[in-house]
C-alpha cells in the first residue's frame, strides 16, 4: 500500500510530500495524477483506515500513502517533515491539508440532520432537499443553525432551492429525528430551556476552527482568526510550504467557503506543476 520511507539520493525527481488525506488532499493527488505529474508524491494521514477512494490514489505508481503517520513537526531549513511515529520525510514541496474541526461539541443528534461548512456542501444538500420535495409534495420549511460566512451561504443555498428558511443563532441542545422517512432530515431542534422549534429539514451551518497547529509551529504566517495565510496561488509565508483545503485562509477567509476543494485542487496542482519544472530547470543550469 505504501512505499518506503523517501531516501537522500541524488535523484532529480521533484518530491511533495501532503500533510493530511482529507477532501482537499485527495483531490489534489488527483490532479497532479492527471496532469501527469512525474515525482513522488507522500501522504501522511493520521487515520489508521482509508477511505475506497484514498485506496485508488495509493495504488498510483508516484504515491506513497502512509496511514496513521501524521505530520507533526516541520523543519523547514532543511525541507524536511516529522511524523508522530519519528520517520522523517524531505520535501521539495510541502502541502498543509490538515483540515479543520468544529468549534464546539456535537448537538445531540446531528447525525439525523444536514451540515454545512464548506462550499461542497451546497451540492449535497440540494440533492437532499430535491428528494424530500418530492416526497412532501411542496416546498420544504427548513430551519437553520448557525452565524457567520458558513450560515449565510447555507441560507442562500437554502433560498435558491426554494426552501423557507428559519434562521436561528441560538444553538441548540439537540436536533430531533423526522420519522418516519431518511436520517437525513430532521423534524425539528430543542432548545436548552425546553422550547422547540419544528420544520421539514434542520441544517447546521456552525463555525468551525482551522487545524493549523502543525504550520505554526513550523513559523509559517497564519490568520488572526486562524488558519494558515496564503496567497492567491496557495503559497504560504514561507518558501516551498503550501497549503490548501480548511487549513488554509485567504484575506481572512477559510478556504473552503471561498472555493470547491476540487477547484482549489486543479489550480494549486497547476502552481505545483509549474513550481516543479522551474526547479528541474535551475537544477539543470546548476
Given at each position: 500500500?505504501?512505499?518506503?520511507?523517501?531516501?537522500?539520493?541524488?535523484?532529480?525527481?521533484?518530491?511533495?510530500?501532503?500533510?493530511?488525506?482529507?477532501p482537499?488532499?485527495?483531490?489534489?493527488?488527483?490532479q497532479?495524477?492527471?496532469?501527469?505529474?512525474s515525482?513522488?508524491?507522500t501522504i501522511?494521514?493520521?487515520?489508521?483506515?482509508?477511505?475506497?477512494e484514498?485506496?485508488?490514489?495509493?495504488?498510483?505508481?508516484?504515491?506513497?500513502?502512509?496511514?496513521?503517520?501524521?505530520?507533526?513537526?516541520?523543519?523547514?531549513?532543511?525541507?524536511?517533515?516529522?511524523?508522530?511515529?519519528?520517520?522523517?520525510f524531505?520535501?521539495?514541496?510541502?502541502?498543509?491539508?490538515?483540515?479543520?474541526?468544529?468549534?464546539?461539541?456535537?448537538?445531540?443528534?446531528?447525525?439525523?440532520?444536514?451540515?454545512?461548512?464548506?462550499?461542497?456542501?451546497?451540492?449535497?444538500?440540494?440533492?437532499?432537499?430535491?428528494?424530500?420535495?418530492?416526497e412532501?409534495?411542496r416546498?420544504?420549511?427548513?430551519?437553520?443553525?448557525?452565524?457567520?460566512?458558513?450560515?449565510?451561504?447555507?441560507?442562500?443555498v437554502?433560498?435558491?432551492?426554494?426552501?423557507?428558511?428559519?434562521r436561528?443563532?441560538?444553538?441548540?441542545?439537540?436536533v430531533?429525528?423526522?420519522?418516519?422517512?431518511?436520517?437525513?432530515?430532521?423534524?425539528?431542534?430543542?432548545f436548552?430551556?425546553?422550547s422547540?422549534?419544528?420544520?421539514?429539514?434542520?441544517?447546521?451551518?456552525?463555525?468551525?476552527v482551522?487545524?493549523?497547529?502543525?504550520?505554526?509551529?513550523?513559523?509559517?504566517?497564519?490568520?488572526?482568526?486562524?488558519?494558515?495565510?496564503?496567497?492567491?496561488?496557495?503559497?504560504?509565508?514561507?518558501?516551498g510550504?503550501?497549503?490548501?483545503?480548511?487549513?488554509?485562509?485567504f484575506?481572512?477567509?477559510?478556504?473552503?467557503?471561498?472555493?470547491?476543494?476540487?477547484?482549489?485542487?486543479?489550480?494549486c496542482?497547476?502552481?505545483?506543476?509549474?513550481?516543479?519544472?522551474?526547479?528541474?530547470?535551475?537544477?539543470a543550469?546548476?
Amino acid at each position: 500500500m505504501s512505499a518506503p520511507a523517501p531516501s537522500t539520493s541524488s535523484s532529480t525527481a521533484t518530491r511533495i510530500v501532503i500533510a493530511g488525506a482529507g477532501p482537499a488532499a485527495r483531490a489534489l493527488v488527483s490532479q497532479l495524477d492527471r496532469a501527469r505529474f512525474s515525482g513522488s508524491i507522500t501522504i501522511l494521514s493520521n487515520r489508521d483506515d482509508a477511505s475506497a477512494e484514498l485506496m485508488e490514489l495509493a495504488a498510483l505508481p508516484q504515491v506513497s500513502l502512509r496511514c496513521g503517520q501524521p505530520a507533526s513537526y516541520i523543519e523547514a531549513g532543511t525541507r524536511t517533515v516529522t511524523t508522530a511515529d519519528g520517520m522523517e520525510f524531505g520535501y521539495d514541496h510541502l502541502v498543509v491539508a490538515t483540515g479543520s474541526a468544529p468549534g464546539q461539541a456535537p448537538v445531540e443528534g446531528s447525525d439525523h440532520c444536514l451540515s454545512y461548512s464548506t462550499i461542497d456542501d451546497a451540492a449535497r444538500i440540494g440533492s437532499a432537499i430535491k428528494d424530500l420535495s418530492t416526497e412532501l409534495g411542496r416546498r420544504p420549511l427548513g430551519i437553520l443553525v448557525g452565524t457567520g460566512a458558513a450560515a449565510g451561504q447555507a441560507e442562500a443555498v437554502l433560498r435558491s432551492r426554494g426552501v423557507r428558511p428559519v434562521r436561528t443563532t441560538l444553538r441548540p441542545a439537540a436536533v430531533t429525528p423526522r420519522t418516519p422517512g431518511p436520517g437525513l432530515q430532521s423534524t425539528g431542534i430543542v432548545f436548552p430551556d425546553g422550547s422547540t422549534m419544528n420544520g421539514d429539514l434542520v441544517v447546521l451551518a456552525e463555525e468551525r476552527v482551522s487545524l493549523d497547529g502543525l504550520a505554526a509551529s513550523a513559523g509559517l504566517r497564519t490568520a488572526p482568526g486562524g488558519g494558515i495565510a496564503i496567497s492567491q496561488d496557495f503559497r504560504t509565508s514561507v518558501p516551498g510550504i503550501w497549503a490548501i483545503g480548511d487549513a488554509a485562509t485567504f484575506d481572512g477567509v477559510r478556504l473552503g467557503l471561498l472555493v470547491a476543494a476540487a477547484s482549489a485542487a486543479g489550480a494549486c496542482a497547476a502552481q505545483l506543476m509549474s513550481a516543479s519544472s522551474s526547479g528541474a530547470v535551475l537544477q539543470a543550469a546548476a
